[in-house]
């Protein structure tokens, strides 16, 4: 099976930016069931399969002690270690 591409790997070749990133983000936060999201021109990731892919993201989410700022680091490891798909 060939390897897929992760968003890091896209966010290093420049296909995607930091704004790109923290739309999805934002759009996971605000909102943990509104399904996939466009990331950048010609990608789509699903935010809340990603968290839930994550172990640490999964599993931090889920505590009343995280911060914030904790979760929202969580959420954007999990989607920078996602595989998008090209749409």
Do not use: C, K
Not at 7 to 17: E, S
Not at 42 to 59: K, L, M, S, W
Not at 60 to 74: H, K, N, P, T, V
């Amino acid at each position: 099976m060939a390897n897929r591409l992760m968003t890091l790997d896209l966010f290093a070749t420049l296909d995607i930016v930091e704004d790109d990133v923290a739309a999805v983000v934002d759009a996971y936060m605000n909102d943990p069931t509104s399904g996939p999201a466009t990331l950048g021109d010609g990608y789509r990731i699903d935010p809340a399969a990603a968290v839930a892919d994550h172990p640490f993201a999964n599993t931090l989410i889920g505590q009343s002690w995280a911060s914030a700022e904790l979760r929202r680091a969580a959420v954007r490891a999990a989607i920078m270690l996602a595989q998008p798909e090209r749409v």
